[in-house]
Structure formats: C-alpha cells, structure tokens
C-alpha cells in the first residue's frame, strides 16, 4: 500500500527552463509534506516543506504547491540548473504520530546544459 | 562537522551473521529515526526514538531487528542472522523535534553475501 506515490520515475529538463515534479498521496490525515534532494552515495537532503495549513510555500527557487481535495502536491524549479539534477523524494506526515515520514518512489531529474 | 554521522559507511556480512550499525545524531536533537532504502525505493521508515525511548518501532521488519538509544544521543541498529534481503541502505535521521525536517546521515550500505 503506497501512501505516497511519485509516478514520474524520470524528468528531463533544459537548463534555465521550469522543472515539476508531482507527488500523490491518499492518506487524508497526513498533514505536513518535504521535498527532499539526493545525490548518489549521499543521504536525503532538505529542500523545502508546507504545511497542509497553506497551499503554496516558496524558498528561492524553488516552490511546493499543495493541493488538498486532489491530495496532489507538485515541487516546481525556476529557472532550472545543471546542480540541480539529483533524485527528488516527497515525503509525508500526519499530526498525532511520531513524525516518521513517509517517501515516495523518488524522480530523477536530469537538467541538461 | 555537525551533521548526522552514520559508521560504518559500507559494510559486508556473510549471511546468517550479526551486525551493528552506529549513528550520531546532530548534537541536541532529541527526534532520531533509522530508515531503509532499497535500490529503486525511496526511504522506508523502520523505528523512532524520542530522546532514549523507542516511540514508534512499527516499521522493524521482524525480530531480528532491534534498536537502542541507551543515552538519548548515538543509537545503533542490530540485525541478528541476517539474510541477503537485508541489504539495503540503512539511513539515520534526527531533528530538534518531531514533524520538523530530519536531517539524514549520508547512510551505511549493508550488503549481505
């Protein structure tokens, strides 16, 4: 049972173009969701975060959207860079529990020069 | 550095025998969890400590797997009698607090021959 499901395996984007990456979930009780970045050998790294209070959060270039009734939230990269081509998860977590979260499959994206 | 540091960084075993893995959390941060990733996979939640206590456990696959955190700060993973599915990426994880952004080691590679 995937709660969290990034049905993109791959993204190919030119440099200085938008990239988006999507990420569905069905748990209705999740109510915080990141963006994390990772590079091989590397553990997950930190991007950015939004609180199911709000809909859109942006940190420089980068921006999440959320968007409740469709449990849909979508990561866009503006303008995008070569160093940015990584594998990207979405993650999740619901109120009351632990804060373990939990990730989708990950989009590799690649940004070509 | 002030990161989260995970040792080994690779590890080999021959299947059947018992391994540790260690963790060291960013000083402070009370919230630590360990996850799994497998190769294709995002990370898969296994345990979390909420300063020495195991909060939540319900990811732990089965028995041989057991984890402490005696002092509220390093904690190590044990797997007993460990098979070849085992192998895996084995990432650490710690914040000040739960649903806030974990901060992840780089990860130890258990590999089971």
């Known amino acids: 049972d995937q709660q969290v499901k990034q049905n993109s395996p791959s993204l190919s984007v030119q440099e200085g173009r938008i990239s988006i990456l999507n990420c569905d979930y069905t748990?209705?009780?999740?109510?915080?969701f990141l963006w994390y970045k990772k590079y091989p050998a590397e553990g997950p790294t930190f991007l950015i975060s939004i609180s199911s209070i709000k809909d859109k959060n942006e940190d420089g270039r980068f921006t999440v959207f959320l968007n409740k009734s469709a449990k849909h939230l979508s990561l866009h990269i503006v303008p995008s860079q070569p160093g940015d081509s990584a594998v990207y998860f979405c993650?999740?977590?619901?109120?009351?529990?632990?804060?373990?979260?939990?990730f989708g499959q990950g989009t590799t994206l690649q940004v070509k020069p | 550095g002030a990161g989260v540091s995970q040792t080994p960084s690779n590890k080999v075993t021959e299947k059947g025998k018992y391994v540790e893995l260690r963790c060291d959390p960013i000083?402070?941060?009370?919230?630590l969890y360990w996850y799994r990733q497998s190769l294709g996979q995002g990370p898969e939640f296994l345990i979390y400590?909420?300063?020495?206590?195991?909060?939540?456990d319900s990811g732990l696959p089965n028995d041989r797997f057991f984890a402490v955190r005696p002092e509220g700060s390093v904690s190590t993973l044990k797997i007993q009698r460990t098979e070849r599915g085992d192998s895996a990426v084995y990432l650490c994880?710690?914040?000040?607090?739960?649903?806030?952004?974990?901060?992840f080691g780089q990860g130890t590679r258990l590999t089971v021959v």
């Open positions: 993650a999740a977590s619901g109120s009351g529990n632990t804060g373990k979260l939990i």
């Open positions: 400590f909420q300063g020495t206590g195991a909060a939540d």
């Open positions: 000083s402070g941060h009370t919230a």
């Open positions: 994880a710690s914040s000040p607090r739960r649903n806030t952004e974990a901060f």
């Open positions: 748990n209705s009780m999740f109510d915080y």
